[in-house]
């Protein structure tokens, strides 16, 4: 089939031809991405997942022998993790509008639903968490900035802890080509986020200049917006640097994020009766958590479950609990948020606690405000502007 002819923009110069790229070909480019995503995740999950289940299906009789308080206990611990994330989220925001826990909790749990759902799901529920801290009424530059801020925030606190925990348990267990492989991963992210907030450090002018020559080769993006946008980042992130507790307070909260996370594994490790030392235990989630941040599946389903089994096996742990643990951890951390997290986002789109309802609470209120103020001018004639 011949491809139709091109059209004639006249606003382009010269009335040049402006070749129109056929839905078709856009269609069939979609189809063969989405099928390699599929494949892969297929792969992955038959390759790495299934063998780790026969040792869940060998370790079944654990169930009758579980501790049913100390799954309560780590589940409230997986739950405190999202939570302390939600606070990270916090400290990075500006004091105005202020957002109340509850209202980024469940943006929290949203985004993360979207994260667990979708191969390389950092950016879409990157995407998802900007526009919901938008309709919260969040300046675009200063959600853009929190959201770049945690996660690297989030993500030096998790390569910190794995080199500590590295640092004490290769002496004791030996050294392991995937230990290598992991401080490799984790350092290339670290320099990407890193590049981009020195490139921010470096001052506005070089940032805009960055990002108009970006913004020039990729079609639909405005030089002049992304310039403007870079701009406001560029001052939240000076703004930011000036108050260190701040900073400190956000990386306190990226570390009671990890250190719930890994302590729920832990204590779901108790409950079917199995005991690790908490540094190989750091190392063994560390590891997991780390090359899971490699866009291959969707919140890493496939990759967490047979490196934590496989290490915490390497460390002594009988193959079918460590089985049973993970898994049964991984419905918590992994496919619990998913359900919760359309519920959050049911909740933040419709309802009595909406953002919809939230920006028409805080109109009402501005409103009620500048009502009292005429009030008191015209009760105190005094104060009143002079008249010209």
Same mark, same amino acid.
């Given at each position: 089939m011949s491809e139709p002819p091109p059209t004639i923009d006249p606003d382009t110069d010269g009335g040049r031809p402006t070749p129109r790229r056929?839905?078709?070909? +856009?269609?069939? *480019?979609?189809? +063969?991405? *989405?099928?390699?995503?599929?494949?892969? =995740? +297929? +792969?992955? =999950?038959n390759h790495l997942v299934v063998p780790q289940l026969g040792g869940a299906r060998r370790a079944v009789h654990l169930l009758s022998d579980v501790n049913p308080l100390l799954l309560l206990l780590a589940l409230g611990l997986e739950i405190g993790s999202l939570g302390a994330y939600a606070m990270m989220t916090r400290a990075t925001l500006p004091k105005e509008p202020s957002l109340p826990v509850p209202v980024l909790f469940r943006i929290q749990l949203a985004t993360r639903a979207v994260t667990n759902l979708v191969p390389g799901g950092s950016a879409a529920g990157g995407t998802l968490g900007f526009k919901l801290l938008t309709d919260a009424g969040v300046a675009p530059s200063a959600a853009g900035f929190t959201l770049a801020t945690i996660g690297l925030g989030s993500a030096v606190v998790l390569n910190l802890l794995l080199w500590m925990a590295l640092l004490i348990s290769i002496p004791v267990n030996g050294f392991n080509p995937v230990y290598l492989t992991a401080a490799v991963v984790g350092l290339i992210l670290l320099g990407a986020m890193g590049a981009l907030m020195l490139l921010l450090l470096k001052g506005a002018d070089r940032a805009e200049a960055v990002m108009r020559g970006i913004a020039s080769r990729v079609p639909f993006v405005n030089e002049d917006t992304a310039a403007r946008f870079i701009r406001q980042l560029v001052g939240r992130l000076d703004a930011l640097l000036e108050e260190p507790a701040l900073i400190r307070r956000g990386l306190s909260w990226a570390t009671a994020n990890w250190a719930l996370d890994a302590a729920s594994l832990w204590v779901f490790m108790r409950a079917f009766g199995e005991t690790v030392s908490p540094v190989n235990l750091v190392v063994a989630f560390g590891l997991a958590n780390v090359l899971a941040a490699v866009p291959i599946t969707p919140g890493g389903l496939g990759v967490v479950e047979p490196v934590l089994i496989s290490s915490l096996v390497g460390f002594g742990v009988d193959r079918g609990t460590a089985a049973v643990a993970v898994i049964t951890y991984r419905l918590a951390a992994f496919w619990l948020p998913i359900p919760l997290g359309a519920l959050a986002y049911a909740s933040l789109m419709v309802g009595p606690s909406s953002l919809k309802q939230r920006r028409r609470d805080a109109l009402k209120r501005l409103r009620a405000d500048a009502a009292r103020a005429d009030r008191r001018v015209w009760d105190d004639p005094v104060s009143a502007p002079d008249a010209p």
């Open positions: 056929p839905k078709r070909r +856009l269609r069939k *480019r979609d189809h +063969l991405k *989405r099928s390699a995503y599929v494949l892969v =995740f +297929l +792969l992955v =999950f």
